[in-house]
């Protein structure tokens, strides 16, 4: 199969869960058209319409309302009188603004690209459609009546039906395919690297095992909370930066960060938690699993995928997208009765998990920093350690050199720690003074 038939294939077996609202307020020649063009396009590779009386939808504003909701992905209606409007300017009784006669709603930040390729393009393929329906049962009897001497009446016989359009949040900068897409993975990737470093960095300086688990925890908590607190100013500021005008107010600024301020600690704690219970061997393929599984629920509308990813709902990408296309467009699509209590659930969750993490982590460093200590113990006698008897060995051969030079009749003898025996010269030996730099305090060298 070709990837154009691969298209085809999707575009007929999904577009058709999209649902969209239609009331005819107009009820003449206009409505029937519309009805009529609306019959020709249904099918699996048009959205399904949902026609609703004027009973149900008493006014242009509760279809709006209805698709600032959320209710349905667009609507679309003609508005009372059209037809009788086309009808007089048709005779020459008055004017007629044919982009008046229908209107369709939606909101292009709910899925940008779906709303754009999906939804958008249908409903200006239906206006379309609608046009040559109304001339091919309509025309006719509009030539009998009209005015030809008009100008007026003319337009509207060529002209009859130029569809207006109310976009509840448009989304015209070039950089909006982004957001549910990179903006969704770029906080997962920057908790992966962060809870790295924070590891490497506790491993080297063995806060671990120095450290009791509460300091552990307040400082592991202190580290979360700032770094995911900068990453979130970080992200919604290059949001924001390309957005080509001023989308967004300052408050929904606010509320943009503080979302993605609580999916960065969420995929902090994920995380850390994973890092803690799955070797590192293993690390990597749990990160990019836990990416992929994150950018699937938030790439496509669900009704655009099979059902079996309805289970998407439970990822935190999913959700906290929801949360931010209801920041952007004003309170639309208002999912949040389902959103946050989800996000909250990951992180009443996660938080024991972690905090049990740390107790891991810090029950495996002291065991492994005892059993280095008890290795040390016996392989060098009263020391503590091998690094305390390099720096005693150490300690011993720089007092025999400072003996030796100020003519000092000590003997050199040197014992290395827990051998009981040794020798050095007590007679000046060549290379003295560089063998006195290499041992001496506070060098690296080991001898």
Partial sequence: ?????????????RVSSFNILTVNYDGGAIGQSLR??????????????????????????????AVFRGDYWAAVYTTAGASQRLAD??????????SDAIIYIYNEARYPTAES??????????ISVTTSVYHAISGPPALQIINATSDSARQALFNP????????KPTPQGTKVLYNTVSMIMPIIMQFFFIMAVNGVSGHFAIYSHLCLKDNGMLRLGLSVLYTFIGALCTAGYQSAFEESVWLSPGQFVLVRMIIWLYMHINFLVIDCTTAFIPMSFIPFFSFSW????????????????????????????????????????????????????????????????????RYRCANARK??????????????????????????????????????????????VSAPGTGD??????????????????????STQV
């Avoid at 020709?40 to 008493?58: K, V």
């Avoid at 390729?117 to 239906?126: E, K, P, R, T, V």
């Avoid at 639309?332 to 990951?346: G, V």
């Fill in 1 to 13: 199969m070709t990837p154009s038939g691969t298209s085809e294939l999707f575009d007929t077996t």
């Fill in 36 to 65: 009529q063009a609306l019959t020709t396009l249904s099918g699996l590779g048009f959205p399904s319409i949902i026609e609703r009386p004027t009973s149900q939808y008493e006014s242009a504003e509760n279809v709006y309302d």
């Fill in 89 to 98: 300017a048709l005779s020459g009784a008055g004017q007629y603004n044919p």
């Fill in 117 to 126: 390729g999906y939804i958008a393009a249908n409903m200006q393929q239906l």
């Fill in 161 to 168: 039906i130029i569809a207006s359009c109310i976009n509840i």
């Fill in 291 to 358: 990416v992929i599984l994150n950018i699937a629920s938030v790439v496509l509308p669900f009704e655009l995928n099979p059902g079996f990813y309805r289970w998407g709902y439970a990822l935190p990408a999913h959700e906290v997208y929801q949360i931010l296309v209801t920041i952007w467009s004003g309170g639309a699509a208002n999912q949040l009765h389902i959103s946050l209590p989800i996000l909250f659930a990951w992180e009443v969750l996660l938080l024991p998990l972690a905090v049990l993490g740390l």
């Fill in 368 to 413: 492994e920093h005892e059993t280095d200590e008890e290795a040390a113990r016996k392989k060098y006698g009263r020391h503590d350690s091998a690094a305390t008897a390099d720096q005693s060995l150490k300690e011993q051969i720089t007092r025999q050199l400072d003996d030796t030079e100020a003519g000092t009749s000590r003997p050199a003898v």
């Fill in 422 to 443: 040794g020798y050095f010269p007590s007679t000046p030996v060549p290379f003295q003074n560089t063998l006195k730099r290499i041992v001496s305090p506070g060098r």
